[in-house]
C-alpha cells in the first residue's frame, strides 16, 4: 500500500503538472515515461503538431488525443514553394476536417501549412466548431473567397484570420462582408496575399467595431489614400501591413497619414509597402522608433531611402528588405539596430544575369559585425568569399539559422576562384546552435564532411548543385545527428548514401531529392526494406520502369510514417 | 478582350519549342539534365489564344493542369522564357515574390481611331523591337517599318503611319524609342499609337539623358 502511494500521483495532480509542459517536443517525451503518464497526457493535451500530414492518420490522432483544442498540420516538402512538386501531389486537408468534425467539436485553432485547402474544407470548418477562433493557412492553396465567406458568415467567435502567403481564387472582394454585424471579436487579420479589392466600407466598420483588432494586413488593392482613415478607428493596432504605398504627393494626404500613424502608440510591426514612393516615408517616421520588425522586401525604394528609413529605426529586431539596400545600407543597419536578430535579404532581380545593385559579401560581414543578436539570416547575393563567411562564422557563433543563395549556380570564391567549402565549414564549426543551414556556391564533397563532423544540431540542411559523390551525402546522413530535414537539387547523389544510411531516414520527418542521380531500383529496395517509410517517386514524363535501369528518378520524396501508404497518390507518384 | 484574329499566331522569334529550351546542367562526366518539362511549361503555351497582356508566370508559378499543344507558339516580342526558366525553382524565389515584383508594369495601349484598348506588360520584353513586334501582333493589321531610324507603324489596310507614343511620370508624352529600354519600362505610364500628322506637335527628340525618369 505504503509502496503504491510512494510511486503514483493522484491523475488530477499529474494533469495539473503536465498543463505547464507546453512544446510538443516536451509532451512527447512524458509521454513515453511510463504507461499511466501516456494515459494521463493523452487525455489531457490539448495542443497537437503534425509536420508531415502523411506521417499518421486523421483517425490515429483523433483515437489518441481526444480532447484536442488547436491542430497544426504541414504539407507539401519546402521545395513545394519554389515549383518542383506538381499539381495533385497531394497535401489535401478535407480528410482531416471531416474526421475532426466529428471528433472535436471543441476545436479551436486549426493552423496550416502548404496543404491543399478546398472551399468545401472551409464551410466544414465554419459549421463544424462553434467555439472556432483562429485559422492560419499558410502557403496553401485550392480554397477561393466563397470559402472565405463562409469562415466569415459562420465563426461567431473567430479571433484569427491569417491567411499569409495563400493562393486563393479571388473571385471577389465581397466575402469580407459576411462578416455580421454584431461580430466584434476580431483580433487578427491578414489578408496580404489577396488580389482583389475588398469592400473598404465593409473593412472600415469591421475594424471599427473590434476594440481587441491587433493585427491589420491590408493587400495591395487598399489604396494609400485609405489607410488614416483605418488607423484612426484602430490606434491599438501593434501590426499593420499597408497596402499599395503609392501616390501622387499630396501634402494633405500625407499630413493626414503622419497624424494617423502618430496615433498609433503601440506599434511595433509595418509591412506591406508595395510600389513604395519616397514621397510618403515620412508619414511613417513617428513610429520608426517603436518598431521591432519591419517588412520592406515589397518597397522598391533605393538604399539612400532606405537608410533614411532604418536610420531611425533602433529598436528593429526583424528586417526583410530588398537588395536595393545594397552595402552602403547594410552598413548603416549595422551601425544603428544593434538589436537585429533576423534578417533577410531578398533578390530584386532574381534573374538577371548582370547585378543590379551594389550588394556583395561586404554588406552580410557588416551586420554579422555590427549586430551581435544576429541569428538568423536569408541572403541572396551574386558574389561570396570563404573569408566573408569566416569572418560571419567568427563573428556570429549564436548563428541558429543561415540561408545563403549565391544566384548563379555553382559560383567559386570570387577572390580565389576556389570552393566555398572552407567558408561554410567555418560557419558549422564555429555556429554550433546552427538549425538551419541553405548552401550555395561551388562546393565538392568537402563541405559535407565539415557539415557531418561539426553540425551536430543542424535540422534541416537544402543543398542545391553542391557535391561531387555519394560520399557527400553519406558525410551528411551518418554525421548530423539532429538532422529532420534534408532537401536536395541537382547534385550527383546516387543509390549507395541513400541505401547505406537507410535507417537514418527513420529518424528524420523527410527526404527530398531532385535531379539526382538515384535509380528506381534503389527506390523500390529501400520501400521494401523499410516498410515503416514512404517512398514516393515523382516522375511527371511515365512509369519509372519503363526507362532503363540507370536511368535515375526525376524526383524522390522519402519520409516517415505510421500511417502506412497514402491512397490519394496521383499518377505520377509512384510507391 | 480576344484575339481579333485566332489563326494570327506568328512564330516567335525566340524558337520556343522545348528542344531548344532543353537545358542540360552538365557536371563534369555527366550528362544528366534538368529538362522544362511540358507539364511546368505549360503556362507560357497557354497563352496562345489570349491577350498578350495577360500575366504569364513563366516558370510555372501558375497550377492548373494543363494541354499543350506544341503547335501553338505565342507571338513573338515576349522574353524567351529561358531567361526565366533557366532552371526550375532557381534561385529560389517564391512565386507571389515574383509576381509581386512584376505586376506593376502593365501599361495601357491606345490606337488613335481605335474603340478600346489593349493591355501590355513590359515586364515581358526585353527591347523595343521585341514591345513594338508584339503590338504588331495585338493590332495585327500593322507592320512595322523603320524609317529613317525611327520606328514607324504602318496601318496595311489604309496606309495611315502610326508613331508609338508615351505618357511618361512627368505627364509628358514622348517618343518610343529615345531612351534605353530599363529607363523607358520605369518611366512609362501608357502607350499611344499617334497618327503620324498629329505626332508632328510632339516635342522634338530628347537627349538620352532627359529627365523623364526619377
Known amino acids: 500500500m505504503l509502496k503504491k502511494m510512494s510511486y503514483s500521483f493522484p491523475e488530477d495532480?499529474?494533469?495539473?503538472?503536465?498543463?505547464?509542459?507546453?512544446?510538443?517536443?516536451?509532451?512527447?517525451?512524458?509521454?513515453?515515461?511510463?504507461?499511466?503518464?501516456?494515459?494521463?497526457?493523452?487525455?489531457?493535451?490539448?495542443?497537437?503538431?503534425?509536420?508531415?500530414?502523411?506521417?499518421?492518420?486523421?483517425?490515429?490522432?483523433?483515437?489518441?488525443?481526444?480532447?484536442?483544442?488547436?491542430?497544426?498540420?504541414?504539407?507539401?516538402?519546402h521545395f513545394a514553394d519554389f515549383n518542383l512538386v506538381p499539381e495533385g501531389w497531394g497535401a489535401y486537408v478535407y480528410p482531416w476536417i471531416e474526421i475532426m468534425s466529428t471528433?472535436?467539436?471543441?476545436?479551436?485553432?486549426?493552423?496550416?501549412?502548404?496543404?491543399?485547402?478546398?472551399?468545401?474544407?472551409?464551410?466544414?470548418?465554419?459549421?463544424?466548431?462553434?467555439?472556432?477562433?483562429?485559422?492560419?493557412?499558410?502557403?496553401?492553396?485550392?480554397?477561393?473567397?466563397?470559402?472565405?465567406?463562409?469562415?466569415?458568415?459562420?465563426?461567431?467567435?473567430?479571433?484569427?484570420?491569417?491567411?499569409?502567403?495563400?493562393?486563393?481564387?479571388?473571385?471577389?472582394?465581397?466575402?469580407?462582408?459576411?462578416?455580421?454585424?454584431?461580430?466584434?471579436?476580431?483580433?487578427?487579420?491578414?489578408?496580404?496575399?489577396?488580389?482583389s479589392e475588398v469592400s473598404f466600407s465593409a473593412l472600415e466598420r469591421l475594424v471599427g467595431r473590434c476594440p481587441n483588432l491587433r493585427t491589420l494586413r491590408l493587400n495591395r488593392a487598399v489604396p494609400l489614400d485609405r489607410l488614416a482613415s483605418l488607423l484612426r478607428r484602430a490606434p491599438q493596432l501593434v501590426e499593420f501591413g499597408t497596402?499599395?504605398?503609392?501616390?501622387?504627393?499630396?501634402?494633405?494626404?500625407?499630413?493626414?497619414?503622419?497624424?494617423?500613424?502618430?496615433?498609433?502608440?503601440?506599434?511595433?510591426?509595418?509591412?506591406?509597402?508595395?510600389?513604395?514612393?519616397?514621397?510618403?516615408?515620412?508619414?511613417?517616421?513617428?513610429?520608426?522608433?517603436g518598431l521591432t520588425s519591419l517588412n520592406l522586401s515589397y518597397a522598391t525604394i533605393q538604399s539612400p531611402d532606405l537608410i533614411k528609413l532604418v536610420g531611425r529605426c533602433l529598436n528593429l529586431q526583424s528586417l526583410w528588405v530588398l537588395d536595393y539596400i545594397e552595402d552602403s545600407g547594410l552598413e548603416a543597419i549595422a551601425a544603428s539596430c544593434k538589436d537585429l536578430q533576423e534578417l533577410r535579404v531578398f533578390p530584386s532581380d532574381p534573374f538577371g544575369v548582370e547585378p543590379n545593385v551594389s550588394l556583395t559579401d561586404q554588406g552580410l560581414v557588416s551586420v554579422s559585425e555590427g549586430c551581435p543578436r544576429l541569428h538568423s539570416v536569408l541572403y541572396f547575393c551574386r558574389q561570396m568569399s570563404n573569408a566573408a563567411l569566416v569572418a560571419v562564422a567568427r563573428n556570429r557563433p549564436n548563428m541558429t539559422r543561415f540561408r545563403l543563395c549565391i544566384i548563379e549556380p555553382r559560383t567559386p570564391d570570387y577572390l580565389t576562384l576556389e570552393p566555398l567549402d572552407v567558408g561554410f565549414g567555418a560557419i558549422v564549426e564555429h555556429c554550433k546552435e546552427l538549425r538551419r543551414l541553405s548552401l550555395s556556391g561551388l562546393l565538392t564533397d568537402r563541405v559535407f564532411e565539415y557539415i557531418g563532423t561539426y553540425a551536430k544540431k543542424l535540422?534541416?540542411?537544402?543543398?542545391?548543385?553542391?557535391?561531387?559523390?555519394?560520399?557527400?551525402?553519406?558525410?551528411?546522413m551518418s554525421g548530423c545527428e539532429s538532422l529532420r530535414k534534408l532537401e536536395i537539387r541537382d547534385c550527383p547523389f546516387g543509390d549507395k548514401a541513400i541505401l547505406a544510411n537507410a535507417a537514418k531516414l527513420e529518424t528524420m520527418r523527410s527526404l527530398w531529392m531532385s535531379s539526382c542521380s538515384v535509380s528506381f531500383e534503389a527506390c523500390k529496395l529501400l520501400g521494401q526494406k523499410m516498410p515503416r517509410l514512404n517512398v514516393e517517386v515523382i516522375d511527371e514524363s511515365g512509369p519509372p520502369d519503363s526507362r532503363p535501369q540507370d536511368c535515375p528518378v526525376e524526383k524522390l520524396y522519402i519520409y516517415r510514417t505510421v500511417a502506412g501508404p497514402r491512397f490519394d497518390t496521383p499518377t505520377f507518384v509512384w510507391t | 478582350m480576344s484575339t481579333e484574329n485566332g489563326t494570327c499566331l506568328p512564330e516567335s522569334d525566340t524558337g520556343l519549342n522545348f528542344e531548344e529550351t532543353k537545358l542540360t546542367l552538365g557536371l563534369p562526366g555527366?550528362?544528366?539534365?534538368?529538362?522544362?518539362?511540358?507539364?511546368?511549361?505549360?503556362?507560357?503555351?497557354e497563352t496562345v489564344d489570349l491577350n498578350l497582356g495577360r500575366s504569364v508566370d513563366l516558370d510555372g508559378g501558375d497550377r492548373k493542369a494543363c494541354d499543350v499543344n506544341p503547335e501553338n507558339r505565342v507571338s513573338g516580342g515576349a522574353k524567351p522564357p529561358a531567361t526565366e526558366a533557366?532552371?526550375?525553382?532557381?534561385?529560389?524565389?517564391?512565386?507571389?515574390?515574383?509576381?509581386?515584383?512584376?505586376?506593376?508594369?502593365?501599361?495601357?495601349?491606345?490606337?488613335?481611331?481605335?474603340?478600346?484598348?489593349?493591355?501590355?506588360?513590359?515586364?515581358?520584353?526585353?527591347?523595343?523591337?521585341?514591345?513594338?513586334?508584339?503590338?504588331?501582333?495585338?493590332?495585327?493589321?500593322?507592320?512595322?517599318?523603320?524609317?529613317?531610324?525611327?520606328?514607324k507603324i504602318v496601318d496595311n489596310v489604309n496606309g495611315v503611319e502610326y508613331v508609338p507614343t508615351y505618357e511618361d511620370k512627368d505627364g509628358d508624352w514622348m517618343l518610343v524609342g529615345d531612351v534605353p529600354w530599363k529607363m523607358f519600362v520605369e518611366s512609362c505610364k501608357r502607350l499611344r499609337l499617334m497618327k503620324s500628322s498629329e505626332a508632328i506637335e510632339l516635342a522634338p527628340r530628347t537627349p538620352p539623358n532627359c529627365s523623364s525618369t526619377s
Open chain 1, 459 to 476: 535540422e534541416m540542411l537544402s543543398v542545391a548543385f553542391a557535391g561531387n559523390t555519394d560520399l557527400g551525402l553519406h558525410h551528411v
Open chain 1, 103 to 195: 471528433s472535436y467539436p471543441w476545436l479551436e485553432e486549426i493552423r496550416l501549412k502548404r496543404m491543399v485547402v478546398s472551399d468545401e474544407s472551409l464551410e466544414l470548418i465554419s459549421k463544424s466548431f462553434k467555439n472556432f477562433k483562429v485559422l492560419v493557412l499558410s502557403s496553401c492553396e485550392g480554397f477561393s473567397t466563397v470559402g472565405l465567406a463562409a469562415i466569415a458568415a459562420n465563426c461567431r467567435n473567430l479571433r484569427e484570420l491569417d491567411l499569409r502567403e495563400s493562393e486563393v481564387d479571388d473571385l471577389s472582394g465581397h466575402w469580407l462582408s459576411h462578416f455580421p454585424d454584431t461580430y466584434s471579436s476580431l483580433v487578427s487579420l491578414n489578408i496580404s496575399c489577396l488580389g
Open chain 2, 30 to 45: 555527366e550528362s544528366r539534365g534538368v529538362v522544362v518539362k511540358t507539364g511546368i511549361k505549360r503556362g507560357y503555351l
Open chain 2, 86 to 151: 533557366q532552371v526550375i525553382g532557381w534561385p529560389p524565389v517564391r512565386g507571389y515574390r515574383k509576381n509581386a515584383m512584376k505586376s506593376c508594369r502593365y501599361v495601357k495601349v491606345a490606337v488613335d481611331g481605335a474603340p478600346y484598348l489593349r493591355k501590355v506588360d513590359l515586364e515581358m520584353y526585353n527591347s523595343y523591337q521585341q514591345l513594338l513586334a508584339s503590338l504588331e501582333d495585338m493590332f495585327s493589321c500593322f507592320t512595322i517599318r523603320n524609317y529613317l531610324s525611327e520606328r
Open chain 1, 13 to 77: 495532480v499529474l494533469e495539473h503538472v503536465f498543463s505547464f509542459v507546453t512544446t510538443h517536443k516536451d509532451r512527447n517525451a512524458i509521454s513515453l515515461v511510463c504507461k499511466s503518464w501516456y494515459e494521463v497526457e493523452r487525455w489531457c493535451r490539448r495542443r497537437v503538431f503534425v509536420g508531415n500530414c502523411y506521417a499518421v492518420s486523421p483517425v490515429m490522432v483523433t483515437r489518441r488525443f481526444p480532447e484536442v483544442r488547436s491542430v497544426e498540420l504541414k504539407g507539401k516538402p
Open chain 1, 243 to 289: 497596402g499599395a504605398y503609392s501616390a501622387e504627393l499630396r501634402l494633405d494626404v500625407l499630413s493626414t497619414l503622419d497624424g494617423a500613424f502618430s496615433s498609433c502608440k503601440e506599434l511595433k510591426s509595418l509591412s506591406g509597402f508595395w510600389d513604395m514612393v519616397p514621397a510618403y516615408l515620412p508619414a511613417i517616421y513617428s513610429v520608426c522608433s
